[in-house]
């Protein structure tokens, strides 16, 4: 018997050795290998939800390797433009001109890999580009036939969000995509009808909420019933009506106008509504085109690295939803993450709990191995005795009886030993978890801490002292009474168990944090109660969780509030009910610094416009930065600066050129200012007056302030209604071309049109709806379709045999951005083998305010194909003659305003001396807006070569242009 307890106790000590091994020994470590240089070029901007994950999974993969990491940020989901595109790479090859090179290039998304295979010859020659987060699939394997280019694409889960929408429902006839109109929303779109194949019995559909406004799309989800799986599989909002929204926004609107579950296959929108489902994960998506670079860094060819073709993806749901809808939770996936899914305080502290479970089961199978060891001794002792008094019957048996008794001994001292090692292991734990177990005497108010408690402090400390002395030394009053009151509680009933968190006064700059955990046993005595537990230093956590709430509440750049916590603000003070103003504030001309300077200046001048915001700020205004180049300003009603006195205190602060290291900048501000709760009481459509008033300041020439009316929002819906008509037109051919001769003063007949574009099914007057296509660069494709049209009808009269006369083309300001249009020009010509001299542009001083190199030089090489080209509406500028000597025109046309205020007998030398200086310079002239005989009589005798107005003829469509084409006007006069 004895030799079998031996044998267990021995296989005992073996596991308890075997055990503290495992989880005390020493980590291994990553030794640094390299000093190498990887470039990150994300197509979005950090604030984007994908970019964090994947340069956060990028650094899982280089920071072990040592491997250096810098980020470009393309920014291209709020600025889409080539213009923007060929800034970056102006910026870009500067900076790689005057760093270190890179070993590697990383792009992450389509916009990204299009800018790299694009420069790939004038940045990266012969440098390894890995990508990642690609829609285009085509595109992907086109960059992966270069022999430095492999990467992984962005394959979308459809066919694991149905699976799973089927496991959940299996009575669904139809699968309902919500789309948008972006590069990716198509990519994913397309992935979405790659599924299609997989369901002969599901009814694939899909409603792009591009083409929807809000209260359109509000009542197609309305009407989704319980036989549909919807999925949103957009990476935007942008409304039919130009209004954004985040994927958050986009997600709380779709969840509260839906009765069945939404399923999201990419990141965002989770915990605002959305069920959830199977999402990429962008944050391993990173990490293995990180571990690629890692492997290219190491000696491997890019060719030998395949391109990954499927998406890393992972289970995450709202467990908020799935309780709504009811959805059984043993069918979602094992391994799935639940949001909003409160934490027990056991699956919190798991690792802390069962390593303080396992000490104390060690403690307790060694206090029963003493017990029984001590029974044995008793046993042995009462034999011993019972020996002793039969001593005198043999020697033998006294004999065997001492031999038994020292074996005894031998075990009480291995007892001993194995004691001492239990205690040294058991500290072994304290220390190595950081904590200090503490126990406190509710009879007498003693309290007791293990010994390294004196480690936390600034000197030796008793291992005893009475709890109230404690607290008043280490703690303040009110954290003192925090602690009382969670110990009654607990004793009350009222909580399972001790746990609280409180600060410990700092015996240096930096304060303490402990979260103490306790329950209660019964002492020796019946009325004794002793409180025992665990104190666990959280300094560290605290610090990062208040470094967290700062960057989640404060903006990175300007250290101001963001727009978050200005949205938190506005609704306390909202809920108060009291009066307020709010005003968003945007720098004037803020692009011209960016472009010129660069985005590093342009990130001083906002810090210093912040600083110099926030210190002179009233009492009550409460400054936040919204975004870009604009702050949001709320005047609360309390004492301090009325909104007038702000705004004028604003103004008075940047009277002067602020100062950005050795340079000054002059800065001024447009203002959109609305009121609660006159303008309305919902804190989004607050902000939205604003900035519908900032707008309104803006198209009226900026450096001003407005307030809000709801005339502003009626006139900004008009405008995001027409501005839908003139897309539709330029898709489905909606305009059409009238013609306005130009007749010859001497002879009566017609030299030439001018070409004038018309809606063919709405009555929008020309002047309105040409203005809002140039704010929307819809300009540039109504410019063609008239340069084509023209062509076309020029070419069509000369195959009836019409005698040639040119027609006139209005060129906006904003086609000098159509890059291709001269190209376009050419093929037209050539298309219908039209003479370029039979085709005349006309250009406004405008178009020369911008760029003016490249539009004379666009204007030259116009002018070099044969073509003609009139300076229109002159006399509206303030430098008109100035242009004549430099503009290559052959025509100037007199705006009409020109000719009702100076054709009059008084102001007559205006005009003629006007064309006789015309005339020095070789050009023709032509009044426009031509109504009375009077006028035409002034202009013939004043030397004006032609005449355009309804004194011969208003705007006429080609087939009435045609009755008139070779007719006479002299008879008319």
């Known amino acids: 018997m004895t030799i079998i307890n031996n044998n267990l106790m021995k296989k005992f000590i073996i596991i ?27 197509s979005y901007s950090e604030s984007f939800e994908t970019v964090p994950e994947q340069i956060a999974g990028i650094h899982e993969a280089l920071d072990p390797q040592n491997i250096l990491l810098d980020i470009e940020y393309m920014d291209t989901k709020r600025f889409d433009t080539q213009e923007n595109v060929h800034n970056f790479f102006t910026s870009l090859q500067y900076k790689l001109d005057h760093t270190e090179p890179y070993d590697a290039i990383i792009v992450g998304d389509d916009r990204a890999l299009d800018f790299a295979m694009t420069y790939q010859k004038e940045l990266f020659a012969e440098l390894p580009i890995l990508f990642l987060g690609i829609n285009d699939i085509n595109r992907a394997e086109e960059a992966a036939r270069s022999s430095y280019i492999t990467g992984i694409v962005e394959s979308v889960p459809i066919k694991e969000n149905i699976e799973l929408a089927l496991k959940f429902n299996s009575n669904v006839n139809r699968v309902l995509g919500l789309v948008e109109s972006s590069i990716t929303g198509m990519g994913e779109k397309d992935q979405f009808y790659g599924a299609v194949g997989f369901y002969p019995s599901l009814r694939f559909e899909d409603v792009n909420i591009s083409e929807h406004t809000q209260e359109e799309m509000a009542g197609i989800l309305q009407e989704i019933k319980d036989d549909t799986i919807v999925l949103f599989i957009g990476s935007m909002y942008r409304d039919k009506a130009g209004v954004d929204l985040s994927i958050d926004e986009a ?66 749901f709202d467990y908020q939803v799935v309780q709504q809808f009811d959805l059984p939770e043993n069918l979602l ?71 038994e008794l020292r074996h005894q001994y031998k075990l009480i001292e291995e007892n001993v030993q194995r004691i001492e090692l239990f205690n040294q292991k058991y500290e072994h734990a304290i220390y190595s978890t950081n904590s200090v177990v503490w126990e406190l005497n509710l009879s007498n108010r003693n309290i007791y801490f293990s010994q390294n408690f004196q480690n936390w402090l600034s000197h030796p400390f ?81 610090r990062q969780q208040e470094h967290i709430d700062h960057l989640a509440h404060y903006d990175y750049l300007t250290n101001l509030p963001n727009r978050m916590s200005f949205m938190k603000t506005l609704q306390e003070e909202v809920e108060k009910g009291q009066p307020l103003y709010i005003i968003l504030m945007d720098i004037d001309n803020f692009k011209e610094i960016n472009d010129t300077l660069g985005h590093v200046w342009g990130d001083k001048v906002l ?128 305009f059409y071309l009238v013609y306005q001769p130009q007749v010859n003063v001497k002879t009566g007949e017609i ?69 291709d249009y001269l190209q376009f020009l ?135 242009a045609e009755k008139i084409y070779e007719k006479n006007f002299l008879h008319l006069i």
Not at 19 to 31: A, D, E, M, N, W
Not at 297 to 314: A, C, F, R
Not at 616 to 634: H, K, T
Not at 755 to 779: M, N, W
């Open 16 to 42: 308890l050795i075997v055990f503290f091994c495992l989880f005390s020994g020493p980590k291994p470590s990553v030794q640094a290998q390299t000093n190498q240089r990887v470039l990150f070029i994300s």
């Open 251 to 316: 997600a709380a609107f779709i969840s509260a106008n839906t009765h069945v579950p939404v399923y999201r296959p990419t990141i965002g929108g989770v915990g605002q509504g959305f069920l959830g489902g199977m999402q990429i994960s962008y944050r391993e998506m990173g990490k293995r085109a990180g571990e690629m670079a890692v492997q290219v860094l190491s000696g491997t060819p890019v060719q030998d690295i395949p391109m990954m073709n499927k998406s890393p993806y992972h289970a995450i």
């Open 333 to 403: 996936p094992g391994d799935a993450f639940l949001l909003n899914k409160e934490v027990s305080y056991f699956e919190q502290n798991m690792k802390l709990l069962m390593g303080v479970f396992a000490a104390l089961f060690i403690m307790m199978i060694i206090s029963t191995l003493m017990g029984i060891d001590s029974l044995k001794h008793r046993t042995m002792q009462r034999k011993l005795r019972e020996s002793n008094e039969e001593l005198s019957a043999t020697y033998e048996e006294l004999a065997a009886t001492e031999e």
């Open 462 to 542: 008793p291992w005893m002292e009475p709890f109230d002395v404690l607290m008043k030394k280490y703690l303040d009053e009110k954290t003192a009474q925090l602690i009382n009151d969670e110990i009654a509680a607990y004793l009350d009933g009222k909580k399972s168990e001790i746990m609280v968190e409180f600060p410990v006064k700092p015996s240096s700059n930096q304060p303490r944090w402990i979260k103490a955990h306790g329950k209660s046993i019964q002492g020796s005595g019946e009325e004794e109660v002793i409180l025992y537990g665990i104190l666990t230093d959280v300094t560290e956590g605290k």
């Open 607 to 734: 810090r210093s416009v912040a600083q110099k915001l926030s210190d002179n700020a009233c009492p009550n205004m409460f400054i936040s930065r919204f975004g870009g180049d604009e702050f949001l300003v709320l005047i609360t009603n309390r004492d301090g600066c009325s909104m007038e006195e702000c705004i004028k205190h604003i103004r008075t602060l940047f009277e002067q050129p602020i100062p950005v290291d050795r340079n000054e900048y002059t800065i001024k501000f447009s203002m959109g200012i609305t009121r609660y709760p006159e303008d309305s009481t919902n804190i989004d459509q607050l902000i939205m007056n604003a900035d519908t008033a900032l707008y309104q300041v803006k198209r009226n020439g900026k450096n001003h302030h407005l307030l809000y009316n709801k005339e502003m929002q009626q006139e900004l819906r008009n405008k995001a209604v027409t501005e839908g008509i003139i897309q539709k037109a330029v898709q489905e051919d909606g």
């Open 751 to 819: 030299e030439s049109f001018e070409a004038l574009v018309r809606l063919k099914h709405h009555a929008i007057p020309p002047d309105v709806f040409i203005g809002i296509a140039e704010e929307s660069d819809l300009i540039c494709q109504i410019g063609r379709a008239v340069t084509k049209e023209a062509i076309r009808q020029a070419a069509n009269w000369r195959d009836k045999g019409h005698p040639r006369k040119p027609i006139s083309i209005n060129f906006s300001s904003k086609q000098i951005r159509d890059k």
């Open 826 to 960: 050419i093929n037209t010509l050539e298309e219908y083998e039209l003479d370029p001299q039979y085709l005349e542009i006309e250009i406004t001083e405008s178009i020369l305010l911008e760029e003016t190199e490249l539009t004379l030089e666009l204007l030259e090489r116009i002018k070099e194909l044969g073509i003609k080209i009139a300076l229109d509406d002159f006399g509206t500028g303030f430098s008109s003659l100035n242009y004549l000597t430099y503009i290559p025109v052959n025509k100037v046309k007199l705006d009409k305003s020109l000719c009702d205020k100076f054709l009059s007998p008084d102001n007559i030398k205006v005009i003629e001396s006007i064309i006789s200086l015309a005339h020095s310079l070789n050009l023709v002239i032509t009044a426009e807006g031509i109504e009375e005989q009077w006028q035409y009589e002034q202009l013939k005798a004043s030397g004006c070569n032609t005449i355009q107005g309804y004194l011969f003829s208003k705007p006429l469509i080609a087939e009435e």
